[in-house]
């Protein structure tokens, strides 16, 4: 089953919204520099949203805090701030780091994100420089999301990579691991994707906006799609 994640949450309504439908696996909070950088403030919001015990609620839906290249300290003040399910390390943070925040928080998983160029060269170094990449942290993280690096801009780039290029990777018959897509995806992309590879997940951010703000008829449109991909599959 093709699993979602709807990052660059940071408006209590959609948050809200998306809880009550339960139909997105993922949510997505960003604390990096991002225009879609959520405030404690809106957090303590969010979590007055909550059921007071969530863990014997319905909500089904993961949380997900993003952080990039940011302080342990951080990670920890944001952890405090609400009852985060997961952590996504966006940045170059290290196999070192990794293994700090999985001893740190033994049961909150872990996704690291892995950079593809939006214009490849030489698809074998692409692929070679990411099995290598999995290798060193697949001992410290749980789950691997391919995100478009377009110069030094990682994520939140509004362009997708060439899919066809990961197939390999997604296709290994010894993978153990999930791997999520990201970058450039909207409704109306999705299914082409699907056609192309067969990710675990994937990550939609600007896709479901409209003037920057996540907008609930593309975020419906968008449920609709993974009900009929998941029928197929």
């Known amino acids: 089953m093709l699993k979602v994640k709807i990052c660059g949450i940071n408006d209590k309504h959609i948050f809200e919204f998306l809880i009550q439908e339960q139909k997105i696996h993922y949510l997505g909070m960003i604390f990096a ?26 909500i089904n ?38 293994k700090k925040i999985k001893k740190m928080y033994p049961n909150i998983q872990t996704i690291k994100t892995l950079s593809i160029p939006h ?21 410290c993280v749980d789950m691997f999301l391919l995100d478009t690096k377009i110069g030094n801009l ?24 999930p791997i999520g897509i990201a970058g450039g995806l909207h409704p109306d992309n999705v299914r082409n994707l699907m056609e192309t590879i067969a990710p675990d997940f994937i ?23 993974l009900e009929g991909v998941n029928r197929v599959k």
Not at 65 to 88: G, H, K, R, T, Y
Not at 119 to 139: A, H, V, W
Request: hydrophobic share 40%.
């Open 33 to 58: 520099e991002s225009k879609r950088k959520v405030t404690m403030e809106l957090l303590s919001e969010f979590a007055q949203s909550l059921p007071i015990d969530k863990e014997n609620s319905n």
């Open 119 to 139: 214009n490849i060269i030489d698809e074998s170094l692409i692929i070679q420089d990411l099995q290598r990449k999995i290798s060193y942290y697949r001992n």
């Open 203 to 225: 990550d939609v951010n600007s896709g479901l906006e409209v003037d920057g703000i996540k907008n609930k008829d593309k975020i419906l449109q968008l449920m609709n799609v």
């Open 154 to 177: 990682v994520g939140g780039t509004g362009e997708v990579f060439p899919w066809d290029v990961v197939k390999p990777l997604i296709d290994n018959t010894y993978r153990d691991y």
């Open 61 to 98: 839906t993961k949380f997900v805090a993003v952080f990039m290249n940011q302080s342990l300290d951080e990670v920890e003040f944001a952890l405090n701030a609400f009852p985060f399910d997961m952590i996504q390390l966006h940045g170059e943070e290290t196999v070192g780091y990794c």
